[in-house]
T-cell receptor
Framework: ETGVTQSPTHLIKTRGQQVTLRCSSQSGHNTVSWYQQALGQGPQFIFQ???????GRGNFPPRFSGLQFPNYSSELNVNALELDDSALYLCASSEGQGGYEQYFGPGTRLTVT | GDSVTQMEGPVTLSEEAFLTINCTYTATGYPSLFWYVQYPGEGLQLLLKATKADDKGSNKGFEATYRKETTSFHLEKGSVQVSDSAVYFC????????????FGGGTRLMVKP
């Protein structure tokens, strides 16, 4: 069974640029959630996708957007990057719309300079 | 809104010592409760969970009991090992905003030989 994978591992961008992060969900899971983890803090929920539709959103501005594909993989897009967007971005997959038991990938470390 | 409060770290223990990491929560309704562990440079791993009051979650020698009357979910282990050194996150899952997980700030555990 393949776990959750994310790419790239590390990324450095300049303020104002755009970035796309990718996630492949665990086999059999149709729900993907994205979290932002700033250094030394707990993860913060960005949004969740279930069967290609956004299924809930945390307190993040619209420049954070996402997609889920028919194979349940997902992308997180961030436009107009700000310095405070520097963080570890975690993807988690789960089974079903009510799946709280989420399995996390290793994350993408984004640095904005 | 929902929130999770954990004891601040770091917690430094000698090998074979008893571990307690306190976690309390605020939530409407009846959330599920989780402990996740994050090893250096990695994503989060689900350690244990409890879905209703008085449930006890356990895994790898760690235990936590869902206490509705005290809104707590304290993590315990009878004898810690050096390999348990990591950051531990308490989280709750409630049916709002897309089944998001709300995390505490994390507690770093350091176990010395």
């Amino acid at each position: 069974e393949t776990g959750v994978t994310q790419s790239p591992t590390h990324l450095i961008k300049t303020r104002g640029q755009q970035v796309t992060l990718r996630c492949s969900s665990q086999s059999g899971h149709n729900t993907v959630s994205w979290y932002q983890q700033a250094l030394g803090q707990g993860p913060q929920f960005i949004f969740q996708y279930y069967r290609e539709e956004e299924n809930g959103r945390g307190n993040f501005p619209p420049r954070f957007s996402g997609l889920q594909f028919p194979n349940y993989s997902s992308e997180l897009n961030v436009n107009a990057l700000e310095l405070d967007d520097s963080a570890l971005y975690l993807c988690a997959s789960s089974e079903g719309q009510g799946g709280y038991e989420q399995y996390f990938g290793p994350g993408t470390r984004l640095t904005v300079t | 809104g929902d929130s999770v409060t954990q004891m601040e770290g770091p917690v430094t223990l000698s090998e074979e010592a008893f571990l307690t990491i306190n976690c309390t929560y605020t939530a409407t309704g009846y959330p599920s409760l989780f402990w996740y562990v994050q090893y250096p440079g990695e994503g989060l791993q689900l350690l244990l969970k409890a879905t209703k009051a008085d449930d006890k979650g356990s895994n790898k020698g760690f235990e936590a009991t869902y206490r509705k009357e005290t809104t707590s979910f304290h993590l315990e282990k009878g004898s810690v090992q050096v390999s348990d050194s990591a950051v531990y996150f308490c989280a709750l899952g409630a049916n709002n905003a897309g089944n998001m997980l709300t995390f505490g700030g994390g507690t770093r555990l350091m176990v010395k030989p």
